[in-house]
Nanobody, 123 residues
């Protein structure tokens, strides 16, 4: 059974950094593109970033471009999201999901998602 578990969320100050991790199990992680998405309070799902199975072609939403970096370690079955220069508007529940772009028009494209990790940016 496929399983995705996010970690690394927490409270950060504006301008600070956090690194999210997503541990994958139950499927051959190295064969799948992966992505990060988020949902802010009272808002819909937003795709944040995607990466291909071999770690190539990282792509980002305009809202995080230049501040966030997606990466993966296929030997460890783990996906990462390094978040720098955090802003209050980055406050959200962050999910990892199978697929390069797991959200379209605010909807999940598949059921292979983690439970999320909360990120709060506040002074």
């Amino acid at each position: 059974q496929e399983h995705l578990v996010e970690s690394g969320g927490g409270l950060a100050q504006p301008g600070g950094s956090l690194r999210l991790s997503c541990a994958a199990s139950g499927f051959t992680f190295s064969l799948y593109a992966m992505s990060w998405a988020r949902q802010a309070p009272g808002k819909g799902l937003e795709w944040v970033s995607g990466i291909l199975s071999d770690g190539s072609y990282p792509q980002y939403a305009d809202s995080v471009k230049g501040r966030f970096t997606i990466s993966r370690d296929n030997a460890k079955n783990t996906l990462y999201l390094q978040m720098n220069s955090l802003k209050p508007e980055d406050t959200a529940l962050y999910y990892c999901a199978q697929g390069y772009r797991a959200v379209v028009d605010g909807k999940k494209l598949n059921d292979y998602w983690g439970q999320g990790t909360q990120v709060t940016v506040s002074s």
